[in-house]
C-alpha cells in the first residue's frame, strides 16, 4: 500500500498566484481530510469529505480557499489568489468512516505540502 | 472546540517517564493520540472510546475519563525514538466524524 500520496511536497509561488494541491487517498478509505499546520494554529481541519461528498468546510478560511473530490482516488485544494499568510504544510488524510459515533475514525497522513507564498 | 494540551513542552533524559494531558469543554465519545517526527506527518498511536478504557502500546498507554473529559497520555521509561510532537485529537457528541486536534506538546528524549 503506497500510503496517502500528496504533490507537490514543496510549492514556493508569490502572492497572487493560483496554487493547487493534490492527494491520492489509499484505496478503500471512503472519508478525505485536509488540515493545515503551522506554528501558531497547530493543525487546522479546513475541511472534510466522506464518501466523495463535502461534509463539513466550516474549518476553510476565506472564499479564496475551494476543495473538490471528484472521485474516490483524487481530491485537490486550491487557493486562488494566495497570499503570505496561506503559507503553512497543508496535510492531507484519509480513513476508513464505519459510522456515526464508531470512533474509528483513524486517520492516515500524507507526507504533507509545505507552501511558501512570497 | 479544540482541545487543550498540557504541557507544551518536556525534555527528559532517556529512561524517565512523562505525562501528557488533554482535556475539552465538550463531551467527547472518543479521543486520538497521534505523534509527529520533525518534518514528518503525524502518526496514529492510539484511539479511546468512551467508556473509560486505559489502552498501551508498548511502554506508552493512555486513559480516557469521560466524566471530566479529560484524557492522559503516559511515556515509561522513555526512550530517545520518543521525542516528537503529541497531539490529542477529538471527537465529541454532535461533532460528526470531525477530528480536531489540540496544539500539540512537544516531547525532546535526551541521552
Known amino acids: 500500500d503506497a500510503g496517502v500520496i500528496q504533490s507537490p511536497r514543496h510549492e514556493v509561488t508569490e502572492m497572487g498566484q493560483e496554487v493547487t494541491l493534490r492527494c491520492k487517498p489509499i484505496?478503500?478509505?471512503?472519508?478525505l481530510f485536509w488540515y493545515r499546520q503551522t506554528m501558531m494554529r497547530g493543525l487546522e481541519l479546513l475541511i472534510y469529505?466522506?464518501?466523495?461528498?463535502?461534509?463539513?468546510d466550516s474549518g476553510m478560511p476565506e472564499d479564496r480557499f475551494s476543495a473538490k473530490m471528484p472521485n474516490a482516488s483524487f481530491s485537490t485544494l486550491k487557493i486562488q489568489p494566495s497570499e503570505p499568510r496561506d503559507s503553512a504544510v497543508y496535510f492531507c488524510?484519509?480513513?476508513?468512516?464505519?459510522?456515526?459515533?464508531?470512533?474509528?475514525?483513524?486517520?492516515?497522513f500524507g507526507a504533507g505540502s509545505r507552501l511558501t507564498v512570497l | 472546540q479544540q482541545p487543550v494540551q498540557s504541557p507544551q513542552a518536556v525534555i527528559l533524559r532517556e529512561g524517565e517517564d512523562a505525562v501528557i494531558n488533554c482535556s475539552s469543554s465538550?463531551?467527547?465519545?472518543?479521543v486520538h493520540w497521534y505523534r509527529q517526527k520533525h518534518g514528518e506527518a503525524p502518526v496514529f498511536l492510539m484511539i479511546?472510546?468512551?467508556?473509560?478504557e486505559q489502552k498501551g502500546h508498548d511502554k506508552i498507554s493512555a486513559s480516557f475519563n469521560e466524566k471530566k473529559q479529560q484524557s492522559s497520555l503516559y511515556l515509561t521509561a522513555s526512550q530517545l525514538s520518543y521525542s516528537g510532537t503529541y497531539f490529542c485529537?477529538?471527537?465529541?457528541?454532535?461533532?460528526?466524524?470531525?477530528?480536531?486536534f489540540g496544539k500539540g506538546t512537544k516531547l525532546t528524549v535526551n541521552p
Open positions: 488524510a484519509s480513513s476508513t468512516w464505519t459510522g456515526p459515533r464508531s470512533g474509528a475514525n483513524v486517520l492516515t
Open positions: 484505496s478503500g478509505h471512503n472519508s
Open positions: 469529505f466522506n464518501n466523495n461528498v463535502p461534509i463539513d
Open positions: 465538550k463531551a467527547l465519545y472518543s
Open positions: 479511546l472510546l468512551k467508556g473509560g
Open positions: 485529537g477529538t471527537e465529541w457528541v454532535g461533532g460528526s466524524e470531525k477530528l480536531v
